[in-house]
């Protein structure tokens, strides 16, 4: 499990991000709460599964898994029904951007691509052995 700090401000970002917003279904700032319930989900399920998992990337994965989304919010309105082409890599540069310092991907300052571990959703992905999608 994340420790209480670690997670507390990886959320805060997510609420910097996800507020003064609405969604059609969801209201002001739906996403913010939905990425909350869906790392407490992901942690439930966690605990169901007989194998060794790596919690903290799935709480992680599970908080951020719609941070592509925050650049679709245009004049305070997010439409969570609109195709985006491309939504993953998106997602995968803002987390780079934005939390790379808190999970253990690039430090701010840090901008060659030398100095850089690989991004976090290619370290997933690896550890999960999941085609890219
Ligand atoms: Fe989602």
Redesign the pocket.
């Known amino acids: 499990m994340l420790e209480e700090s670690r997670r507390s401000k990886l959320e805060s970002r997510l609420k910097e991000v996800f507020s003064d917003y609405r969604e059609l279904a969801g209201g002001k700032n739906y996403r913010y709460h ?2 909350r319930s ?1 790392r407490k989900y992901a942690v439930k399920l966690i605990e169901t599964v007989d194998e060794e998992v790596d919690e903290k990337a799935v709480e992680i994965a599970a908080l951020f ?2 941070i592509g989304r925050s650049e679709d919010i245009k004049d305070g309105y997010l439409d969570p029904i609109k195709a985006h082409e491309g939504h993953a890599e998106t997602g995968e540069r803002i987390v780079e951007e934005h939390i790379g310092d808190l999970v253990g991907g690039k430090t701010p300052g840090k901008s060659k691509a030398s100095d850089r571990k690989p991004s976090l959703g290619a370290r997933i992905n690896r550890r999960q052995n999941c085609p890219r999608l």
């Open positions: 939905h990425l869906s898994h719609d």
